[in-house]
């Protein structure tokens, strides 16, 4: 039997299910803890995944510029992991990342080999600028983190503005 995946931008209708998505995880100190409101303002920021209809992972891309945006907050709820919803999310961040014009896509994560399966590389953290460490402070790991950093350039040549389709276009006579 196939089953469909999807991956799409996230909505206020799923900030509910996201944060029963991320609380487990928040609580095991393997990603940063957002309460809803905290969802909601960066609700453009999220994608969803879903497996057969059912919200099935998330993932939230944060842009630092031009150059670097970072993907966090993913996870895929245990009953779906494994069937490659990881992967599309992350995916999905790239295409979105470079739909924006951003080049390169960073994560800082306890699960490197996941990500080395993606085509992203082991890079220092003392590579990443200063700005990255700003959430940082609010993780109960901070003064002793043991996450690796990885990134992947999307694009070697300057992204050319991408054909963005317009949210209202009028004629004026
Ligand atoms: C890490 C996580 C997102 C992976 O999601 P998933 O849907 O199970 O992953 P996929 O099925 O898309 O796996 C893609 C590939 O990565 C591999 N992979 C998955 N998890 C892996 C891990 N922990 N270590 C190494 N490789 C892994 C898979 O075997 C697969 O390889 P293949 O293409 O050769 O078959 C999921 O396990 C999860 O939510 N973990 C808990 C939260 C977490 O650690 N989030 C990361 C924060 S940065």
Redesign the pocket.
Known sequence: MTHKISVRSAAAGDVEAIDHLLKP?AEKD??LARDRDNIFQHLQEFLVAEYDGQLA?VVCVHIYGENLAE?RS???DPE?????????LVEGCEQWALGLGVAKLF?L???T??FL?LGYRVVSKESLPHKVWTVCVHCARFADCDEVAVEKVLSDAPIRPMAVKPIIEIDDF
């Not at 779906?80 to 599309?88: I, T």
């Open positions: 995880f393997i990603i992972g993907v993913l996870v895929v779906f992991q494994k069937h490659g919803v990881g992967r599309l994560a994560t306890y699960v080999g996941f399966k």
